[in-house]
């Protein structure tokens, strides 16, 4: 059984695609097809059913993923060991992220990660937190970093960051140091999409005033933070985010923050991993590592 065939056919597993696959492994697609099909050959077992454009795992074809995965890190550890040097340590680490941590805590991560380890490749899938939730339990990434918790039997959370979420308005807009809720139906407003965790906190205060999403002035929502903030810089409407984004902002932008009266929500920003997925060598480490790493 061949290490490098194995590697294949894990790529053509995260990316449902033989074209796909072959794009991320410098191969053509027919010989990836062909490496696959030389393990559908030996093993005598059909991997991948054709569902449409996708390549979906079929029974064996997960047992043998299972399997591939803790030969892979095997070897990678086996390499490790005879390195005389740990910053030799190579290989791709894939997070999904939500935005805040997106832009403003992992580029910082990865700064520090890599003044030990500079030869990893990082791909970084910037989403939800929902979305970023899914891609761990389907096992498209390594694992999450996100603002919210999501309770599912597979996902094990490291918090790492504690934060508030406050109101920002341009500086067109007059409001006093800190603003009711029942102020900010006088302002038109700017959400995050339903499945944001920024959201869901928003959702839940709104609810314990006896207020819902319909009671404000809602002018738009977006999935992009910098959209956002686009929208309040030129005074089209306020909004509530992170702190982290917020003060990230206001030093260059002419933003201003406000407290929300009665507002005692704190959340995390978690690191977020498949307890059943074999991580690699270098998504190891850098789980390990990543309280250090703040």
């Known amino acids: 059984m061949d290490l490098h065939q194995l590697y294949i056919f894990t790529k053509v597993v995260e990316h449902r695609s033989f074209s796909k696959a072959a794009e991320h492994v410098y191969l053509s697609q027919s010989t990836v097809s062909s490496h696959i099909h030389s393990l559908e050959k030996m093993f005598n077992v059909t991997l991948f059913d054709r569902v449409g454009r ?3 795992l079929t029974p064996h074809g997960e047992r043998l993923y299972e399997w591939a995965l803790k030969l892979l890190e095997l070897k990678d550890q086996a390499l490790l060991d005879l390195s005389q040097d740990m910053t030799e340590l190579k290989g791709n680490i894939r997070i999904a992220a939500s935005s ?3 832009q403003f805590m992992i580029p910082k991560m990865i700064k520090q990660f890599r003044k030990n380890y500079p030869h990893i490749l990082f ?3 910037q989403s939800s937190s929902k979305n970023a939730a899914e891609k761990v339990i389907n096992g498209s990434v390594d694992f999450g970093i996100i603002g919210e918790k999501y309770e599912h039997d597979k996902l094990y959370y490291i918090p790492l960051l504690k934060e508030k979420l406050v109101l920002v308005s341009s500086e067109q807009l007059e409001c006093t140091s800190s603003v009711s809720i029942h102020e900010l139906v006088k302002y038109p407003f700017v ?5 944001s965790g920024t959201n869901t906190l928003v959702e839940r205060f709104l609810k314990e005033n006896g207020m819902t999403q319909d009671h404000l002035n809602i002018i738009a929502y977006t999935d992009s933070s910098q959209s956002l903030m686009q929208f309040v810089k030129e005074g089209i409407g ?3 985010i992170s702190e982290i984004a917020a003060r990230e902002y206001s030093g260059s932008e ?3 923050i406000y407290d929300i009266e009665d507002f005692y929500y704190e959340r995390y920003f978690y690191l ?6 074999t991580q690699s060598v270098a998504s190891n480490k850098f789980i390990e590592d990543v309280l250090n790493l703040m």
């Open 54 to 56: 996708e390549s979906i």
């Open 100 to 102: 805040v941590p997106g």
């Open 123 to 125: 791909h970084i899938k």
């Open 191 to 195: 959400m995050r999409h339903s499945d």
């Open 238 to 240: 306020i909004s509530i």
């Open 254 to 256: 002419k933003i201003w």
């Open 272 to 277: 977020v991993y498949n307890i059943n997925r």
